[in-house]
C-alpha cells in the first residue's frame, strides 16, 4: 500500500515528518547552544582554576591574586590585560554569604561580579564605590538573614559568582607595591568548600563537547537556575529532555535525535566564530560595543563576548577597542610594518588610563624578545613628538628604536585598545580611535 504524498512538498507524509522532527531538534539544539555556552563555558574555567592538580589552584569562597603580569604562557583565559594583577574568587553561595573586605586603596583597583551567566552585576572599587575600605557581604539569590554589622549588602542573581579583581601595575618597579595591595583583600566564608575533583575539561574545547555540552548545561544549572526572563525557552528546553540535572548523552536514546544535537552543537559554534556581535560599534577598523558585560536578553552577543573576552568589563569600567585590519582594511600581518599615530587631541580620553594590547589569532598574548605585551600611557621611555603626538611602532622585526614598539609575532594578529574610566566621547560612542597605516 502507498504512503499519502504531500501535494504541497511531494514528499512522503512519513518523510515530512522525519523532517519537520530534525529541523525543529536541530533549531532548538542551536538554540540552547547559543543560550547556554556562557554558563558552560564558566563551569569549565572555574573548574580548570579550581582544579586541585594545579600548582596554585584557586579554592572556593577564597580569594588568589596572580602575583604578577600575565604573559603569553597564560592560557586559561582569553584576552588577559597586562596593565593589572588579577585576583580570582570563585564563591558557591549555598554554603552562606560570603564577606569581602578591602582596605583604603589609592591606586584604581575593581573587583567586578559576575553571575554563572556572565552577567556583571556589581563592582567594588575605584569608580563603584570609592578608595575608601569598606565590607561588602554577598549573599545567594534565596537568602533571607542578616549580614554582619557595617556590611553592604550585595545579592547575586545566582549562587556561583566569580569575583574577578584587577589592580594597576605603574610599571616594573611597581609590581610589589601592587601585590602587597592585592594581598590586603580578604574573602570571609562560613567555611572553606573543597573544589570538585571531577576532570576538568579545558574552557576552550566546548565546541567539541558534542551531545555532552548538554550533559554540562545539566549539570550547571542545578546549582545556578535560570532567570525567569528565559523561562519559556527553559520549558521547551526540559520537552525535550535537556535541563536541569539531565543527562541527555544517555536519557535520549533515539540516534537520530542525539545526531541532531551533536550537529547543532558544531553549527552553533559556527555561528559564533563567524559574528561580529561582540565587535559592533565604533569608527573606522576599530569596533567596540557599549553593551558588553549586561545583555539584557541578547543570548548571542553574550555568547560572541564569552567565546571572545570572557570577564571584559561593562562600559563605565572599561571599553574595549579591537581591530583586526588596517586603514585599507587588510588583515594585520607581523611580517609587514604599521604605525598607529595619535594627534595631540586623539589621544584617549580616559579618567584612568589607557592601554594596546598584542594578541595572535587565538586571543593570546605573543611571545616577543623585550616581553612587551601591550604599551600604553604607563610605558616607561614613551617617546611623544614635538606636537604632544603619540605613534606606535607595530612589527615583528624591531624598528630602530624600540621605545614605542609594539611587537607582533610572524603572522597574523589582532590588537585591542583598552580604555580604562572612558570619559563621555568614548562611553558615548563619539571617539574614533585612529587608523592603524601599513607604512
Given at each position: 500500500m502507498n504512503e499519502p504524498t504531500n501535494a504541497r512538498t511531494g514528499?512522503?507524509?512519513?518523510?515530512?515528518?522525519?523532517?519537520?522532527?530534525?529541523?525543529?531538534?536541530?533549531?532548538?539544539?542551536?538554540e540552547a547552544y547559543l543560550w547556554a555556552y556562557p554558563l558552560v563555558l564558566m563551569a569549565r574555567t572555574r573548574n580548570v582554576l579550581t582544579d586541585p592538580n594545579r600548582r596554585h589552584p584557586c579554592r572556593l569562597n577564597e580569594l588568589r591574586v596572580v602575583p604578577r603580569l600575565l604573559t603569553d604562557r597564560d592560557r586559561e583565559v582569553v584576552k588577559p590585560?597586562?596593565?593589572?594583577?588579577?585576583?580570582?574568587?570563585?564563591?558557591?553561595?549555598?554554603a552562606g554569604p560570603v564577606t569581602l573586605t578591602v582596605p583604603e586603596?589609592?591606586?584604581?583597583?575593581?573587583?567586578?561580579?559576575?553571575?554563572?551567566?556572565?552577567e556583571t552585576w556589581a563592582y567594588v572599587g575605584t569608580r563603584a564605590t570609592g578608595s575608601q575600605a569598606g565590607r561588602y557581604t554577598i549573599v545567594g539569590p534565596e537568602w533571607t538573614g542578616r549580614a554582619p554589622g557595617g556590611a553592604t549588602v550585595l545579592t547575586a542573581p545566582t549562587n556561583t559568582v566569580w569575583v574577578l579583581g584587577r589592580v594597576l601595575v605603574e610599571g616594573p618597579d611597581d609590581l610589589e607595591e601592587a601585590k602587597r595591595i592585592a594581598d590586603s583583600f580578604h574573602l570571609t566564608a562560613p567555611r572553606t568548600l573543597a573544589s570538585a575533583r571531577t576532570r576538568a575539561l579545558s574552557p576552550h574545547t566546548v565546541k567539541d563537547a558534542g551531545i555532552g555540552f548538554f550533559d554540562e548545561l545539566g549539570a550547571a544549572l542545578v546549582a545556578n537556575p535560570p532567570p525567569a526572563a528565559d523561562a519559556e525557552l527553559v520549558a521547551r528546553l526540559a520537552a525535550a529532555g535537556i535541563g536541569v540535572g539531565h543527562v541527555p548523552s544517555s536519557e535520549i536514546t533515539d540516534p537520530l535525535v542525539l545526531?541532531?544535537?551533536?550537529a547543532s552543537v558544531t553549527a552553533a559554534h559556527a555561528c559564533l566564530v563567524a559574528s561580529d556581535r561582540g565587535l559592533s560599534a565604533g569608527g573606522g577598523d576599530w569596533r567596540y560595543d557599549l553593551n558588553i558585560g549586561r545583555y539584557d536578553g541578547d543570548h548571542l552577543l553574550r555568547a560572541v563576548v564569552a567565546l571572545n573576552a570572557l570577564g571584559a568589563l561593562t562600559a563605565e569600567e572599561a571599553v574595549y577597542a579591537n581591530a583586526g585590519c588596517d586603514g585599507d582594511g587588510n588583515g594585520f600581518d607581523g611580517h609587514n610594518r604599521y604605525v598607529l599615530r595619535f594627534a595631540v587631541n586623539e589621544l584617549p580620553p580616559v579618567d584612568g588610563f589607557w592601554s594596546l594590547t598584542m594578541y595572535d589569532s587565538e586571543d593570546f598574548?605573543?611571545?616577543?624578545?623585550?616581553?612587551?605585551?601591550?604599551?600604553?600611557?604607563?610605558?616607561?621611555?614613551?617617546r611623544y613628538g614635538a606636537d604632544g603626538s603619540l605613534e606606535i611602532q607595530i612589527s615583528h622585526e624591531p624598528p630602530a628604536s624600540t621605545a614605542n614598539w609594539l611587537p607582533a609575532p610572524a603572522g597574523?594578529?589582532?590588537?585591542?585598545?583598552?580604555?580604562?574610566?572612558?570619559e563621555r566621547p568614548i562611553r558615548d560612542g563619539e571617539y574614533t580611535v585612529p587608523s592603524v597605516r601599513r607604512v
Open positions: 514528499r512522503t507524509e512519513c518523510t515530512d515528518r522525519l523532517v519537520a522532527t530534525v529541523a525543529d531538534t536541530f533549531r532548538l539544539g542551536f590585560n597586562n596593565d593589572t594583577i588579577y585576583v580570582n574568587g570563585w564563591l558557591d553561595l549555598r586603596v589609592s591606586r584604581y583597583y575593581s573587583f567586578q561580579l559576575l553571575d554563572h551567566y556572565t545526531a541532531v544535537l551533536t598574548l605573543t611571545a616577543n624578545p623585550i616581553q612587551r605585551f601591550a604599551i600604553g600611557d604607563r610605558t616607561e621611555g614613551l597574523p594578529f589582532q590588537l585591542t585598545l583598552r580604555f580604562y574610566l572612558p
